[in-house]
């Protein structure tokens, strides 16, 4: 349904429970700290390491990544959120540090075991973060809530690299031991400051705009076991559209981190204009999208997720005129970043409109859906790129587009049938409705 009052970002700051502003904050720190991903290629080959065996780390911690939110939703499924965030970063931290121990000649394999493991275990929070938040978020609030941390992230995204630039200077090492110790500041955090159990914030209201009507299912049940919570996902169409729209929307969206370099490095731009794009994107984001998220939310979902998707495929589309003019390339981005303004906090929150007894394992397979699509861009990417030339940013909108036709028909609520004459308009004649699907 939509509201007739428009969600409001103060409204929405002043609704957020304290609990929240603790999640988001340890996010943000977390975050500020992630190296491993970013630098583990540079560092590993600064230390002598040949570039195969580079990749062939960054490949474990990839892998492993897609693995851990997966082991992260079944945890938080077990044992609740708290507990999940604490264990992984707890576990992450030692694992983090250890990485530059473990770079020397001989230590391959150790270094391919810890990389995985280090890669599990960062990721396995975030399905604990993000039904954390859901739970304590009024209703109301919950797309705003995930923009939210969506911004705690790029926030962090933002300035990791600033912080690298100037530790590198320093000592290499110490990339990953604060990488590690941002780690164990979250798990404390959440040991010292977050709820021991997700109830849910007073105040809720009535969903936001195109949400799911999810009625509550019991917390244990054959819905609630692992085999059957998934079997029933696989056979849910509709969620399999959406995954689908999340696989090939991650991999378009990636591009713009590893296709685009090599464009602007093959027009002859020099190296500080990418780094300008990239400035630009953040700033936008950053500042722009709680404002954005507000002003739509009262648009229907499907509404919201499917124009998304088709201003992300412009902006990408756009990017193919990068050899006539660099503002082309500075358009294609800012519209680029627009397009997930206005469709990705939808798409993210949709996981959460599920039941309990099923919420952490689709939020989980759905970032892992999208750690799997991060891990082959790259091989998408440089591949067609090679292959097409400028032809391959056309590509990307039209298999952004196609995302975004996965997303209407995944998210998007057939109408409510009438009720039958002389029924119970409370009781018949309407389909019961879990998480979207009916």
């Keep these: 349904m939509t509201e007739d009052a428009p969600v409001r970002v103060f409204d929405a700051l002043k609704a957020t429970p304290t609990p929240v502003r603790y999640l ?30 580079a990749g062939l780390a960054l490949v474990a911690y990839s892998v492993g990544s897609v693995f851990g939110t997966m082991l ?3 945890i938080t499924h077990r044992f609740g959120p708290r507990a999940t965030i604490m264990a992984a970063m707890g576990a992450s931290a030692p694992l983090v540090a250890s990485i530059s121990w473990l770079s020397g000649p001989g230590m391959l394999w150790a270094l391919l075991v810890v990389a995985g493991l280090a890669g599990l275990f960062t990721q396995a929070y975030r399905p604990a973060a993000a039904v954390m938040l859901s739970d304590l978020m ?10 939210m941390m969506r911004i705690a992230l790029n926030i962090g995204a933002a300035l990791a690299p600033l912080i690298a630039a100037v530790v590198i200077l320093v000592d290499w090492d110490l990339l990953f031991w604060i990488d590690g110790g941002t780690a164990l500041v979250y798990a404390l955090l959440a040991f010292a400051l977050l709820p021991k159990k997700a109830v849910e914030a007073k105040g809720r209201a009535e969903p936001e705009a195109g949400a799911a009507a999810a009625p509550e299912a019991p917390a244990s049940g054959p819905a609630a076991e692992g085999r059957s919570a998934y079997a029933t996902m696989v056979r849910d169409r509709k969620y399999l559209l959406y995954l689908g729209a999340i696989l090939l929307g991650s991999l378009t969206y990636a591009q713009g981190h590893i296709a685009l370099p090599l464009e602007l490095a093959a027009d002859h731009y020099p190296t500080s204009f990418y780094s300008t794009v990239l400035t630009v994107s953040s700033v936008v984001l950053i500042t722009c999208e709680l404002k954005i998220t507000a002003y739509l939310s009262r648009l229907p979902k499907h509404v919201r997720v499917i124009t998304g998707h088709l201003v992300e495929a412009v902006g990408l589309a756009v990017y193919g005129l ?17 397009g997930i303004m206005i469709a990705a906090p939808s798409m993210f929150a949709h996981p959460a409109t599920f039941p309990a007894a099923v919420k952490a394992r689709y939020i989980g397979t759905m970032q892992a859906v999208g750690g799997a699509a991060s891990a082959l861009a790259p091989l998408f990417g440089v591949f067609l790129w090679t292959s097409l030339g400028g032809g391959f940013w056309l590509l990307c909108g039209v298999v952004t587009a196609g995302a975004g036709l996965l997303a ?16 119970d308009s409370g009781t018949e004649g309407k389909p019961e409705v879990v998480g979207g699907t009916s």
């Design 24 to 53: 988001l904050g340890g996010v943000l720190v977390n975050q500020l700290g992630a190296f491993v991903q970013t630098f583990l290629v540079l560092y590993l080959t600064f230390r002598g390491a040949s570039v195969s065996a």
């Design 72 to 74: 992260g939703a079944e």
């Design 138 to 147: 009024p209703e109301r609030y919950q797309v705003m809530a995930f923009s």
């Design 322 to 338: 990068t050899s006539r003019s660099g503002a082309f390339t500075i358009a294609g981005a800012v519209l680029v970043v627009f």
């Design 408 to 423: 209407l028909a995944g998210v998007k609520q057939p109408p409510e049938p009438a009720p039958a004459k002389g029924a």
